[in-house]
């Protein structure tokens, strides 16, 4: 498809609007709320318990004035009954998630909830306050402090706490934190083992790709009400604003590990390859407080989330929760996460942790059982039912995560993406196999025709199968891209996780619309860079390497940093960029002498390659102009490439 017929058939889609709800869907939506308990309210309760104050519409802006969050555009969530464009259970999640404000957890404990995706917990110690996850934004904590100081008094910060690596819970650090407090270093950031690491690491090399899945996952470009984005089930979205990256100064190392912070005494428990890879729980006996991080949340949460990651350990986590339980079961009067609202009472506390325990315990056994009987994972995924007990309560649901696509991680992680049937080992990719499917189904007209009647029936899922087929083959066909819209807008509206509504509902409109205008994606943060180790920023250059573009190249370049002490031998060779630690070789093309924190200002852009070279800041033996030739064969990638329709630009 060329550039210009894409334009055309996305400038008459665009003309589509969103769709009322099928009655196969308000069907749906009816038999949802007779199956589950929408006349028990503790959650509301809960969710509104402690109120204190809170900023008008939880409305944030930046120095410039841009809004980097706002919960007014949600408004339309003030009516109690779904409509019927929403699934009942989501509406509820999400009415839910419009708590916001400043909230007392118990006196001397308090949560900011509803300025982020995230929430701040803010623990008062002997002299000031100890801060749990600083939100995703600079703006939104800073925000979030000026509304405790004022309900709560001005008092120091003792502490900063991570409780795990998503820019989520770190990325407002130096809202929290005072310029003097960073450059004197009295305050300690505690974060869990390999924190740095996998904080800077998990999204680096993947990071193009997932940035445009998460498009997808949250549905930022979606218009906020019944018909588009309602919620993303942890909460409403993600923050817009400044993110940096503070190193912490203290990690815990092992469960059981315990510090005094500010008089106050907090047991750690690891939680390593949960819902992130490096993450800890906590115990506050002062205050009877209990804090499991975001693996005891009020929805199923995310084996593996939609905009890609390592499948995380369904068995581990379950365990993780087993071991809390026996370390802190019966003990604690709260239990806060960082995510949704807290629950209180040592019986309440205990059973959610052990259906939580459970929830995880029984997707991963019951997966594995069902994968050894020979089923694949879509037949697992269509055969597996949780049980009535985890069913019926509302904090097992799929709002982020879902039952669903969560047994499909499982059989991922243990056996990969390939089911063992040859058919499916080597199939056409997505162009081709459209052209042969539209072929072998008589046409495109009969396609149309027999999808019409199946759209009619509520068939949706295969009949998005069926004229997905014929987008690819012939993206231009403005009938088949409508009747494939109307088909992901009516999964969207059924869907109970919010992050399959938002990819429905996405879909729909890009086939309407096309893809949204996004500015180039901006350089590197500083901070970021400086955190990554210097083996990991050749990781990155590798992955940018143009192998064909490469063919038949041998270049080799060595690297000595004066401020690390590092020393690397960058090769070239057989279209592969690979690098030796700790040696020089003797017959580079040539040699490069800096700081490591030079080679960090060239990549964010912040000074060039020869104005370093020109200022004295990197000196060189041998032909410089090799790293110029190494540099052409690296790839730029795009902020935004098609999903749900053909690729318009060719990729060697």
């Known amino acids: 498809m060329t550039a210009t ?17 099928s009655a196969s869907v308000v069907a749906q939506q009816a038999a949802m709320l007779g199956a589950l308990p929408f006349s028990d309210t503790a959650d509301f309760d809960d969710a509104a318990r402690g109120f204190m104050g809170t900023i008008e519409h939880a409305r944030i802006a930046n120095p410039q004035g841009r809004v980097v969050w706002s919960l007014e555009p949600y408004g339309f969530l003030s009516d109690a009954e779904a409509p019927a464009t929403v699934n009942p259970s989501l509406w509820r999640q999400s009415r839910l998630n419009m708590q916001h404000g400043l909230f007392e957890v118990m006196p001397g404990v308090y949560q900011i909830r509803g300025l982020d995706i995230a929430n701040m917990t803010l623990i008062e110690g002997d002299s000031g306050v100890i801060v749990v996850d600083t939100l995703t934004s600079i703006e939104g904590a800073r925000a979030a402090m000026e509304l405790y100081f004022k309900h709560r008094g001005l008092r120091p910060v003792a502490a900063v706490i991570f409780t795990h690596t998503h820019t989520d819970h770190w990325g407002g650090a130096r809202g929290v934190l005072e310029e003097d407090a960073l450059a004197t270093g009295r305050v300690p950031i505690i974060a869990p083992n390999l924190f740095m690491e996998h904080a800077v690491s998990e999204n680096i090399i993947a990071g193009p790709a997932m940035l445009r899945r998460a498009q997808y996952q949250f549905g930022p470009f979606l218009a906020k009400g019944p018909r588009g984005q309602v919620d993303c089930g942890l909460g409403k979205s993600m923050a817009a604003g400044s993110v940096a990256l503070l190193r912490p100064t203290d990690l815990i190392m092992e469960t059981g590990d315990k510090r005094i912070i500010d008089g106050l005494e907090f047991e750690f428990q690891m939680a390593p390859n949960s819902e992130a890879p490096a993450e800890m729980h906590f115990y506050v ?104 007990s985890l069913e019926g309560a509302w904090h097992t649901r799929g709002y982020y995560g879902h039952i669903r696509h969560n047994v499909k991680a499982i059989y991922q992680k243990y056996l990969g993406w390939y089911d063992a049937n040859p058919v499916h080992l080597d199939p056409l990719p997505p162009v081709d196999a459209g052209t042969k499917y539209v072929e072998y189904m008589g046409g495109a007209a009969a396609i149309l025709d027999r999808a019409r009647k199946d759209f009619a029936k509520g068939e949706f899922r295969f009949v998005a199968q069926a004229v997905s087929h014929l987008v690819f083959a012939d993206p231009d066909n403005a009938a088949a891209r409508a009747l494939l819209a109307d088909t992901f807008e009516q999964l969207g509206y059924a869907a109970e996780s919010a992050t399959w509504r938002n990819a429905y509902l996405f879909g729909a409109q890009e086939l309407r619309q096309g893809m949204p205008k996004a500015p180039p994606r901006p350089s590197m943060p500083r901070e970021t860079l400086a955190a990554l180790r210097s083996g990991q920023i050749w990781d990155v250059l590798g992955v940018r390497l143009n192998g064909p573009k490469a063919e038949g190249k041998h270049i080799v370049l060595n690297w000595s940093f004066t401020d690390t002490r590092e020393n690397f031998v960058l090769t070239l060779e057989n279209c592969a960029l690979t690098y030796l630690e700790g040696a020089l070789a003797p017959t580079a093309d040539a040699s490069f002498t800096l700081p490591r924190s030079v080679l960090d200002d060239v990549i964010a852009k912040q000074t060039s390659f020869p104005e370093a070279v020109a200022s004295g800041k990197i000196t060189f033996t041998g032909n410089a102009m090799r790293l110029a030739e190494l540099m052409s064969l690296m790839d730029e990638f795009p902020r935004m490439f098609e999903i749900v329709e053909p690729k318009r630009t060719a990729v060697s």
């Open 285 to 388: 006996p002062h205050y009877r407080l209990l804090n499991l991080a975001e693996n005891c949340t009020h929805n199923f949460h995310n084996l593996l989330p939609f905009r890609g990651a390592d499948v995380r350990d369904a068995l581990a986590w379950s365990k993780y929760l087993g071991e809390a339980l026996a370390m802190w079961g019966g003990k604690a009067d709260a239990m806060c996460g960082q995510h949704h609202w807290p629950v209180w009472g040592k019986a309440r506390i205990d059973t959610m942790i052990r259906q939580q325990r459970d929830l995880y315990k029984f997707a991963h056994d019951q997966t594995i059982r069902l994968m050894n009987h020979g089923l694949t994972a879509t037949e697992i995924a269509e055969t597996i039912k949780l049980p009535a």
């Open 5 to 21: 017929a894409s334009s055309e058939a996305a400038k008459e889609m665009s003309k589509e609007t969103p769709k009322d709800a």
